[in-house]
């Protein structure tokens, strides 16, 4: 068939839709989740006794001292001005910001200059204290007297206890705080797991059995990363560690803003110039692991022996805080795991065999460490060495985690998708293998042609040509890959692409149920029975997947299992922490002695949002009515078996019990949506020949579909050619919320906006128009779609959004908005290899399908794939023209996590 001809469509494939307010119902209503406690015998997150929290002290505190509630500060605009001037000024702008005529005769702050304002943020509450430690560090270089040559290495750090006290007793995080761990189900028998926070997988739970009862579990979670600070020039460095509850959940702790997470300390980041290049590495190692030793010496002791904190809630409880994961990249990894870089941190797998498809025993604590006490004896003895380097491969390096009670490091490193899976697994390697079976040209071709939509980002000059990628670019390349590999000629290599993608989507969910991590299994086994496909046409030299990012992957769904969705683990919050905790506090100082500089002013930093939280606290409960005193431990039950399953309340968000994944969105769920309430002053009177202009607009049968509008709604006006609309650019829906999909990702827009022409002479170089597709709801029926999410859904061109002129009768002319569609055909059976559904345009009579429908039959947007076919991409498909030449396209299931679940929850 030829590429640019647009097959006519049977008028049967496209029946009439039913009026909106008729709509079918896809799914039932979300079934409730099922809870099993932990046993009631153990007492759990058992309390003892109430007490003050610390914002309630801080208030003491400034009662027993004649303070106001804003501290230091005049008033509360005083209060206002010492926050920006700490967030957004550096010492010396503020000094000269305060010597201002303006500031200093009008506003007349309490502080007058830099030294006082300081002063005043210094007398603020502060956390956790810093502390230095000087570690002398002696290498195996000689120097001119035979001395071996030493350097000063500089710890700066937190104690963690503190810092664990600090985030379990802040007020506010009352809401979002777990102390107990539970299983979650979708079904009353307790066979369909729903995993979700780390109080919901299964770390919390062994390990709760492990403590002593009546204690609370203080799951630590420790995440460090090297960056560099200075941008142009110069090799200054900072190694921030950081550190986490997974009693606070998800959403909340892995916010920058809510400042769930502590920067712990700055790791030394000497030269080594004192070692040779034999040592060096092992002198890194041993350096990492002293310095986190002398850091995690107090929760060692707290882990042991427990320690009594005050709540977010109000409650004493009697904690064990206890290393459960530590998020880093692989080198990272590694380091913590004192094994060798071309090993794996998990597990006892061999460099030549990362490619096989299968778990390998897990490393275990006890053998490691006894194997790192026996190498200063026993490393000459060549068994010895073959089983330590070799086999195990492993560094002779004393491991910080060797003291930490209930701590197996080796099941601690959790999923990495930014560094594992967009960088590594999809961007490195299957981008590369597609690339070299297709040619770079023609994979430009297909990146150029892609259509225009709000939330994709359109690469007009391919991806050859980029020289440095970022995580956020991977993601948008992998909205589109895989409709982008489907219809090339090998099966192997499309099915390979999208399960490829089809584990990553699945990996981003915000929770998981068994079927969704049976699915993420399914992905990796399709990956690796058609991998070899590429070793085949050439496209992976050397001929074998024996590569650390891809071995990773075997470690997905355990690790989720253990710790909760891997979301809430994802080495961009660190990354992104970077920015506050180290990039920020550098600009800040002299470049001198920069860590100290850095310590004091994130100190201060600290101080103001600590304060903050303070002052919204007050607002909040100071008012309350005091509360009784003491609250005793409630009496556990006899008995020993574990706690019945209890039926929880019925959440919005609760998940469906069937399906790939749960809470799937569907059309019966109520969309709002937004418009403007004005039209813009260009769009308000356009006559119907410019909206049917196929030049312009090229709402071809938007007269006609008016007519049969007005007649359904038993209109006899007849509309006329020289009618003029008012017309909208976009219509924003707020898609329905669901636990896999964070809230923050919840906005849609729909765009219908003309072409703008230029004015020669201006700045005004023109616009294209933007029509995007989208869902809409009807009331057909659909055997292969019906009783799944995409059911009485179809994809049609929303090409105007408007509203009716004044003049018409009523109803009618009420300016509610409407839309002018054309419509697709219905899904179809998905293609055999990737699975992807194939729409066409439909046409009655050579003329496109339209309708005028309400808004509220508008579910989303969607993203359609030019369907290049076996040959190469037709060069006439610019992202501008592929929409009306291309004669099919793949609707795009990877276009973000909501649409991912319509187009792949199975049954409802």
């Known amino acids: 068939m030829d590429q640019a001809s647009v097959p006519e469509v049977p008028d049967t494939d496209a029946r009439d839709p039913e009026p909106s307010g008729n709509t079918t119902t896809a799914t039932e209503e979300p079934k409730e989740l099922f809870e099993r406690s932990f046993p009631s015998e153990y007492a759990a997150g058992a309390t003892y006794g109430r007490t003050k929290t610390m914002f309630e002290h801080i208030r003491d505190d400034q009662i027993l001292t004649g303070c106001e509630v804003l501290g230091p500060f005049q008033d509360e605009e005083e209060w206002e001005l010492a926050k920006w001037l700490i967030k957004n000024v550096g010492h010396n702008q503020a000094e000269a910001f ?61 104690d963690p206890v503190e810092c664990v006290r600090e985030l379990i007793g802040n007020p506010s995080f009352k809401d979002v705080m777990d102390y107990a761990p539970t299983q979650l189900f979708v079904d009353e028998n307790g066979t369909e797991a729903f995993i979700k926070e780390m109080s919901s997988a299964g770390w919390w739970w062994k390990m709760q059995l492990r403590l002593p009862k009546g204690t609370t579990c203080v ?44 920067l712990l ?94 778990l390998f025993p897990k490393r275990d604590v006890d053998k490691t ?42 099941e601690a490193f959790t999923p990495d998708i930014l560094h594992q899976l967009h960088k590594g697994v999809f961007k490195d390697h299957l981008v590369s293998w597609c690339t070299a079976v297709i040619g770079e040209k023609e994979m430009d071709a297909r990146f150029k042609s892609m259509p225009s939509h709000p939330d994709v980002r359109h690469f007009k000059h391919g991806i050859s040509t980029v020289s440095q990628w970022t995580g956020g670019e991977h ?55 058609n991998k070899d496909i590429f070793i085949e046409l050439e496209a992976r030299s050397p001929a074998h997947f024996n590569i650390p990012k891809i071995h990773s992957t075997e470690h997905y769904t355990p690790g989720i299992r253990l710790f909760g969705s891997a979301d809430g683990f994802n080495t961009e919050a660190p990354e992104r922490l970077h920015i506050d905790y180290a990039k920020a506090g550098y600009r800040a100082s002299n470049k001198k002695d920069y860590i100290a500089q850095m310590t004091l002013w994130l100190q201060r930093q600290e101080a103001v949002d600590r304060f903050t939280a303070y002052l919204s606290w007050c607002k909040d409960t100071l008012h309350e009515k005091p509360r009784s005193t003491i609250i005793p431990l409630p009496t556990p039950p006899t008995s020993e078996e574990p706690a019945e399953i209890s039926r929880l309340p019925a959440p919005s968000t609760a998940p469906a019990a069937t399906g790939l994944v749960s809470a799937s969105p569907s059309p019966s769920e109520s969309i709002t949506y937004k418009i403007a309430k004005t039209h813009p002053l260009d769009l308000r009177n356009i006559d119907v020949p410019s909206i049917a202009n196929p030049a312009g607009i090229n709402a071809q049968r938007f007269l006609p579909a008016i007519q049969t509008y007005l007649r359904k709604h038993g209109s006899p006006f007849i509309p006329q050619p020289f009618d003029r609309f008012a017309l909208f650019k976009r219509i924003t829906l707020t898609l329905p919320s669901i636990p896999q999909v964070s809230d923050l990702k919840l906005k849609n827009v729909v765009r219908a906006s003309p072409p703008v022409a230029a004015v020669p002479g201006t700045r005004n170089h023109g616009e294209r128009a933007y029509q995007d597709f989208a869902l809409i709801r ?34 009618f002319n009420t300016a ?23 729409v066409r345009r439909s046409t009655r009579q050579h003329l496109p399908y339209a309708e005028i429908i309400e808004l509220d039959r508008i579910a989303r947007n969607c993203f359609l794939i030019p369907r290049s ?27 973000d996590l909501h649409t991912f679940l319509y187009a792949k929850t199975g049954p409802t």
């Open 98 to 158: 305060l010597k201002l005529p303006i500031v200093s005769d009008r506003v007349k702050p309490s502080f007058e200059n830099k030294q006082a304002f300081l002063e005043s943020i210094d007398r603020l509450p502060i956390a956790a204290s810093w502390k230095v430690k000087h570690i002398p560090v002696t290498g195996d270089i000689l120097d001119e007297n035979g001395n071996k040559r030493t350097e000063t290495a500089e710890l700066w750090f937190r």
């Open 219 to 262: 799951p630590i979670i420790l995440s460090s990363d090297k960056t560099r600070l200075s941008q142009q020039r110069g090799d200054k460095t900072a190694w921030p560690i950081y550190l986490t509850i997974g009693n606070i959940q998800k959403d909340t702790r892995r916010k920058a803003s809510s400042h769930a997470t502590i």
């Open 265 to 358: 300390g700055y790791l030394p980041t000497p030269k080594f110039d004192c070692f040779s290049d034999a040592t060096r590495s092992v002198a890194k190692y041993r350096l990492f692991h002293y310095c986190m030793g002398l850091i995690m010496e107090s929760l060692a002791k707290a882990g042991t022996d427990g320690v009594q904190m005050a709540c977010a809630d109000g409650f004493i409880r009697k904690t064990h805080p206890i290393l459960a994961a530590y998020v880093a990249d692989y080198p990272e990894q590694c380091l913590v795991a004192c094994c060798m870089e071309n090993r794996c941190p998990e597990c006892e797998v061999l460099p030549t065999e990362r490619g096989c498809h299968r």
């Open 369 to 410: 460490l006894d194997y790192i006490k026996r190498y200063p004896t026993e490393r000459k003895n060549a068994q010895f060495k073959c089983e330590f380097e070799k086999n195990l491969g492993l560094r002779p390096v004393e491991p910080f985690w060797a003291g930490l009670p209930h701590t197996d490091i080796f």
């Open 475 to 529: 993601k948008e390349m992998e909205k589109v890959f895989a409709g982008l590999m489907a219809g090339h000629a090998n099966a192997a290599v499309i099915q390979t692409a999208t399960a490829v993608i089809d584990f990553i989507s699945l990996s981003s969910l915000g929770c998981h149920t068994t079927r969704s991590l049976d699915a993420m299994d399914a992905a990796l086994d399709t990956f690796h029975a």
């Open 778 to 811: 009807t009331g057909e029926r659909n055997a292969v779609t019906d009783g799944t999410a995409l059911e009485g859904l179809r994809v049609a061109q929303v090409r105007v959004l408007f509203s009716f002129p004044p003049y018409y009768p009523a109803p």
């Open 816 to 838: 509610k908005p409407l839309a002018y569609i054309e419509w697709f055909t219905p899904f179809s059976r998905p293609e055999a290899d990737s699975n992807l559904y194939v």
């Open 869 to 895: 076919g076996v040959g190469k991409t037709d060069r006439r498909w610019t992202t501008e023209a592929v929409v009306d030449l291309c004669p099919a396209f793949y609707f795009n299931p990877h276009l």
